[in-house]
């Protein structure tokens, strides 16, 4: 009996889990309403479980507490960009190639397809992509940022709390994206946040809730089935 249950007690939360990850997505329209500072307390308490290299917990957050706040944030953003500020703290990709090129294109076109952009319209693309400058209007950012001291591996560590970060908020009803595009800007990033110099700037997640109906939240991306990911040594 007792097995029984706590196998039906597994199921179920491994069941909760799924739910939630097919439920998250990159949102790219948020409504204005802004988020109770109770629940964003409630993602961080959640998302800061994640493991860490020796414990670290190496991640910190500048979050927004109100949208007057993030307006501020985004419009020094789009004056860092018109500006071309750009200054990466962790070493970006080299490239993309094969599968991982693929995938990008996909999700690209993908995101062009629902919002209207027709192959070959630069004007239209490079619209789209300065929303990414916009945070998709969302009412909140979190900044995150790692020490440097830590490198890589604290890096590493704050992808964890990213994905804890963006389940936690799907499970409160919070429709998140994460956005690796205002890393290119750190300095610009770091000295609106008054952010020490001894941390890296990583990624922003904005946050808040989603219109719905809007035509950039209508598509999903799709996974990698198990032979592309699990290399089985025996």
Request: glycine share 6%.
């Amino acid at each position: 009996m007792t097995d029984t249950f706590e196998t039906e007690q597994a199921e179920n939360r491994i069941d909760a889990l799924e739910d939630i990850l097919a439920a998250r997505y990159s949102c790219r329209a948020f409504r204005p309403d802004p988020v109770p500072r109770d629940t964003i307390e409630r993602i961080v308490r959640t998302a800061r479980r994640v493991p860490s290299w020796c414990n670290a917990q190496p991640w910190q957050v500048a979050v927004t507490a109100t949208p007057q706040a993030t307006d501020r944030f985004r419009d020094m953003l789009r004056d860092a960009v018109a500006n071309n500020a750009s200054k990466l703290d962790l070493e970006g990709p080299s490239g993309y190639s094969g599968a991982y090129a693929e995938r990008r294109r996909t999700c690209g076109w993908a995101l062009y397809d629902a919002v209207g952009v027709q192959k070959g319209d630069r004007a239209a693309s490079g619209a789209q992509m300065m929303r990414n400058y916009d945070l998709f209007d969302a009412p909140h950012v979190a900044i995150v940022t790692s020490p440097r001291e830590l490198a890589g591996y604290g890096a590493m560590d704050c992808g964890g709390f990213v994905t804890a970060f963006t389940l936690a908020a799907t499970a409160l009803g919070v429709d998140t994206i994460v956005q690796a595009a205002i890393a290119f800007y750190a300095d610009a990033v770091r000295d609106h946040f008054k952010i020490a110099e001894d941390r890296m700037i990583l990624c922003a997640i904005s946050f808040g809730y989603a219109v719905e109906d809007h035509p950039a939240n209508s598509f999903r991306t799709e996974r990698a089935p198990l032979d592309e990911i699990i290399d089985w040594r025996n």
